[in-house]
C-alpha cells in the first residue's frame, strides 16, 4: 500500500476489563460486524511508520470505523442505553454534551470485538436495520445528509456528484433520489456505469487524470454546452476536482468537500489561486468544507432507511476471512459499495 508491505492478522487478545463504578458514563460492547473507509489508508501508514520503529512492543494497531455492536456492559450513569441493545457510532461533530468526550467518531478501532466506549457516542438503532447495512453506515449516512443540509438544494436544479462510485457519493445518489433534483456523476472508471444508472443517476461522465480543466472532457462539454452547468457539486475529493470543476459551475452554485484523496501524503501541485478566486468571486460561488454531521443527520438517514427511502450499496460480507476482507475493501477496482467484516 502506497509502496509499503502492510500485514494484517487477526489477533486474539483478552478482553477489557469493564466495571460499571469505573467507567460510569461508558459501555462495553460486542461487535457483530464492522467496515472500513478510506480514511483508514493514512491510519494503517501512520501506524506502519510508527510500529516499524519498535523494538520488543506489542507490534500492531487495531483499525476500523465503523461497526453494529450489541451492549453487553453498562456504567452506573448511563441512562440512554441498556443491555442487548444494539448500537452504531454517532460521529456527531463538531459538538458534544460533555467536555470530556471528544468530537466526531468514537472509535478509530472498530476492528476490536469487545471495546469501551461512551455512551453518548452510540446511536440505538431499530431491528429493521439489520447488521450488515448498521455496520457501514454512519460515516456515509451522517456526512451526506449533513452536506444536503449545508447546500439547501432546491426542486429542479442539477446536482454534480464526483467520484461517484465512492462510498460517500453512493450515499449521496440515493439519498438524492427522493429529491426532484437531476443528479449526474464523474469518475476515472467506467466499468460502473450500468450499475450506477440502475440506481438513480441521470448520466455519467468518464474523466482522466490529465484533465486541468472538466470542460476539456467531450462528454461534459457537450453536456454544458446544450444543458448549461451545475447548480450544486458534492465531492468526497477537494484537493482531485476542486480547481478543475468552477468552470462547470452556473452563477451562484454551491460546491460542498468532504476530504481529500491524498489525505496520507503530500501531493504539491501549481494552481493560478488568483484566477480561481475571480472565477469563485465573478460568479457568487459558494465553497463549502463539511466533516461528519449531526445526531439529528444520523437519526434521519435511518428513518429514510427504515422507510424505504434510503438504500445502502454493499458491495461483499466476509466471515473470517480477513485477508480477503482487506484485499476487497482497498486493492481491488471491482469494488462498488461497502465491505463488510462480521464474526463467527
Do not use: W
Amino acid at each position: 500500500m502506497d509502496g509499503h508491505i502492510i500485514n494484517y492478522p487477526l489477533i486474539e487478545s483478552e478482553d477489557p476489563h469493564f466495571d460499571p463504578e469505573l467507567y460510569p458514563n461508558h459501555v462495553l460492547l460486542k461487535k457483530t460486524a464492522f467496515s472500513c473507509n478510506y480514511r483508514e489508508i493514512a491510519s494503517m501508514l501512520n501506524a506502519y511508520s510508527k510500529i516499524s520503529m519498535l523494538k520488543n512492543e506489542i507490534k500492531y494497531y487495531a483499525i476500523g470505523s465503523e461497526f453494529v455492536a450489541t451492549v453487553i456492559g453498562v456504567g452506573k450513569n448511563v441512562k440512554n442505553l441498556k443491555l442487548m441493545d444494539r448500537v452504531i457510532p454517532n460521529g456527531e461533530y463538531p459538538f458534544t454534551n460533555s467536555p470530556d468526550i471528544t468530537p466526531g467518531l468514537p472509535t478509530n478501532h472498530a476492528s476490536r470485538e469487545i471495546e469501551i466506549l461512551p455512551a453518548e457516542k452510540l446511536f440505538k438503532i431499530p431491528d429493521l436495520l439489520e447488521d450488515n447495512v448498521a455496520s457501514a453506515f454512519t460515516i456515509g449516512a451522517q456526512t451526506t445528509y449533513s452536506m444536503i443540509d449545508k447546500l439547501d438544494i432546491k426542486t429542479g436544479k442539477k446536482v454534480l456528484i464526483t467520484g461517484i462510485s465512492s462510498n460517500t457519493s453512493l450515499f449521496a445518489l440515493n439519498a438524492l433520489k427522493n429529491m426532484n433534483v437531476s443528479v449526474f456523476g464523474t469518475s476515472r472508471d467506467p466499468r460502473h456505469r450500468k450499475k450506477l444508472l440502475d440506481i438513480g443517476l441521470d448520466d455519467f461522465f468518464v474523466l482522466t487524470e490529465s484533465v486541468d480543466n472538466i470542460l476539456e472532457n467531450p462528454e461534459i462539454n457537450k453536456f454544458v454546452a446544450h444543458n448549461g452547468g451545475f447548480d450544486y457539486i458534492i465531492d468526497p475529493f477537494a484537493d482531485v476536482h476542486l480547481f478543475k470543476i468552477l468552470e462547470v459551475m452556473n452563477m451562484g452554485a454551491k460546491y460542498i468537500s468532504c476530504g481529500v484523496a491524498e489525505q496520507f501524503r503530500i501531493k504539491n501541485e501549481l494552481v493560478q489561486i488568483n484566477l480561481i478566486f475571480a472565477r469563485i468571486i465573478q460568479n457568487n460561488l459558494s465553497i463549502l468544507g463539511n466533516c461528519l454531521g449531526t445526531t439529528e443527520n444520523l437519526s434521519r438517514a435511518v428513518e429514510d432507511y427504515i422507510t424505504g427511502r434510503l438504500q445502502v450499496v454493499i458491495d461483499s460480507v466476509f466471515k473470517g476471512d480477513i485477508k480477503g476482507f482487506i484485499e476487497r475493501s482497498f486493492l481491488s477496482k471491482e469494488r462498488l459499495g461497502k465491505v463488510v467484516f462480521r464474526y463467527d
